[in-house]
């Protein structure tokens, strides 16, 4: 991109934040219009400057990734990238399902940081490498779980079995569907011998588990 990189950074350590907001001015290609300390304040610096990309800590007051996920929504032309120490790997896939397009370690140097900014910038997408990896081994792990528990579900019943997750019983089901509540229960029969559970608690349970 042509000019200077208009940035918000976000992070509720006034050290830390004066540290990244000096390393991006000396380098000459950040303009930092704005710093906030909290997700809440985040969201409203971003709203008022607009800014190419939002920095973001992660854990600062509010969740940086409700701050995320919320300037996503509201302003997708700001590129998003979260600055934090958490390695987790739900937190950086929470953290892209948000809508961040980058995930860096405060461990990084400085001039990776600028380089991972500038790249973010340009539209392309960061994760660090040894975290990209795992995250992507976690999600495939995830989604062979996903399928091999899914397996031998018809349809309606993963539609039951999702009402099932909410509290909901075989009355209010049968309701929501337009079926029987007697058909219900044979559904309801079916899938927790499929699922081999004893209960409709353990089959929301297991429910949840599998992502339904």
């Known amino acids: 991109m ?4 208009q940035i918000v950074v976000a992070d ?3 050290l830390f934040r004066g540290g ?11 303009d930092v219009v704005a710093q906030a300390g909290s997700a809440e304040e985040a ?3 971003v709203e008022a400057h607009m800014p190419d990309i939002a920095l973001l800590d992660i854990s600062m007051p509010g969740s940086g990734l409700e701050a995320a996920s919320e300037i996503a929504r509201r302003f997708p032309a700001v590129r998003i990238v979260m600055l934090t120490v958490s390695e987790a790997d739900e937190d950086v896939i929470a953290a892209l399902k948000a809508g961040a397009r980058g995930y860096a370690l ?3 140097a400085a001039d990776e940081l600028t380089g991972i900014l500038l790249n973010v910038a340009e539209g392309n997408s960061y994760v660090s490498p040894a975290l990209a990896a795992r995250v992507l081994a976690a999600m495939q792990d995830r989604s062979a779980r996903r399928e091999t528990d899914d397996e031998g579900l018809s349809e309606r019943e993963v539609s039951i079995l999702r009402l099932v997750a909410t509290g909901q019983s075989n009355k209010e089901i049968a309701r929501a569907l ?3 509540e007697k058909t219900v229960k044979h559904y309801m029969t079916n899938i927790l011998q499929k699922l081999q559970v004893r209960n409709r608690v353990e089959a929301a349970l297991k429910a949840r588990d599998m992502g339904i």
């Open 2 to 5: 042509t000019g200077r990189v």
């Open 12 to 14: 509720d350590h006034p």
């Open 20 to 30: 990244v907001v000096l390393t991006l001015q000396e380098h000459g290609s950040f």
């Open 43 to 45: 969201v409203a610096a």
């Open 106 to 108: 405060k461990g990084v």
């Open 178 to 180: 337009d079926l029987q």
